[in-house]
């Protein structure tokens, strides 16, 4: 019997009997940085129940979507490591495009469900797509793999708070981790490979967590803390191929420590498969409070 | 008395008695762009119900939050000009960012409430934002308003279906407009000045307008038809400045139709105001039924 994926075991929703669209999970305690679960994972996890409730056929028998096209996540409060409930609801349900409604919520110890994230998503059919693609931007350059810089090298206050780390095989591009070593470029630039540690092969699921899995770009602006998703945008392009993925990030306005952080997201057959764009916070270096119910101001372990 | 500016007016709200976050509403026929409303007026719409639901302050006196950072809109039908109802709900209020969801549905004719978008927002104090702001992005290359292409030498077929373009005092750069008269570049790039028509002065909620109401960055690639937004977020990073506003779009990938269209909207102060990015789908040249619950794929009127 074949294992499942670490990335697919953090994603499994358990159907709760009787209330339709409501799942069960488990964020698992190998995802986490900084003080919270990784945005990303959370958002993927979101994904996921849209796309078994979006995923069904209408009444007229039009098919339904399984792919995401564009999702939205709004962070409420950092997830932690334990027990979450996932909701998931069809807005609408269109020929080419079906829209739907998410929410991670958890107990916050003291028997209130507390949200973690509130997201929206249209969801179509990717293989519909991939007739004609065209785009001018170019993948970002980048060494051989073996010539960058893995994250396993990253600095050990940084590695303390990031077993999300172990999860993946990250190499960055040497030329933009001078933060690493008190050196920011300010450039607002992070490129890197990514693939899964275990050798789970990418889909537009991983994709979602593909776009959050860097350090924050934030590092090279010269931002040392805690560096919160307010919000999180991804438009998935086409199915990844297997293989190695390019991740870029760019950020370019920082206004009073609120910064966008751009990602684009290439597989190893040289396509654009995902964009995506989050606005940050950068504050303080001590990690925020897990109680979600007064965090200052977004709230994702984003990073 | 004053005469309130045609904008204002757009995006009045009526409070419906004993149903505190709902409104009252009217989308205007002098908002239509294709066959519906401006997708950009819709965002402003909830935009400004969700400022007035998240502007109050917490019981324990923690002051509310007035302007949007960030906000994401699924297009779910055109907007038709007539009554529509604007819902807002508060998700959570932080000390620096208060989160929340709307909703603007419209009677489809038949009883039935259909839904134009659902949002999802952060607001925050922009205020507090003003200092310390550094960018890398330089503003778009202009040449003067008095040199560039009024919005009313657009094509005939377009402006008989954008009443929109009377509202807006709309100069686009002659470099960027081959596709008037046949000819796009191919480079995915729409750049020029926009002021409203009746002297009306930016604000933050005019931004979420701003993002949106440029022709479509489509058709620059070649797409001469309509171009429905599935989903647009845009970021507000500073309270414009009196005065021209400059926009810049591009697009870079095209993926079966589906495409980003990025915006920049730089005030007179030479800021970089506001960011947005939506997804859009170029489809065939006839524009779409207003009906929402069958519409074929996204369906804002967002230009």
Redesign the interface.
Known sequence: MTQRAEFDEAIALEPRPGTPGTYDACLGEGWRIGAGVNGGLLLALAGHALGLELAGSRPDGIPGHRDP??I?A?Y??PGAPGPATVTAQA??R????S?G?ASVTQDDGAGTEV?RL?????F?DLS??????????APPPLPPPEECLSASEAPPHFLAHASLLERLDLRLDPATTGWAVGRPSG??VIRGWLRMADGREPDPLLLLLAVDALPPVAFDLGHAGWTPT??L?A?V??RPAPGWLRVALRS???????H?EDAEVWDSAGR?VA?S?Q?A?AVAPSPPRLS?S??????SASH
């Open positions: 096209l564009a939205s709004y409420l409060s807005l609408r269109g020929r080419a495009v829209t409604q949200e509130r997201a929206l998503a249209s179509g519909a797509l991939d007739q004609g693609a065209t785009t001018s931007a450039n607002g307010l919000e945008t438009h392009r086409a370019r306005t920082d206004s009073g420590g609120y966008e654009l964009l764009r606005l916070r979600g007064d965090a200052d101001g977004g709230a």
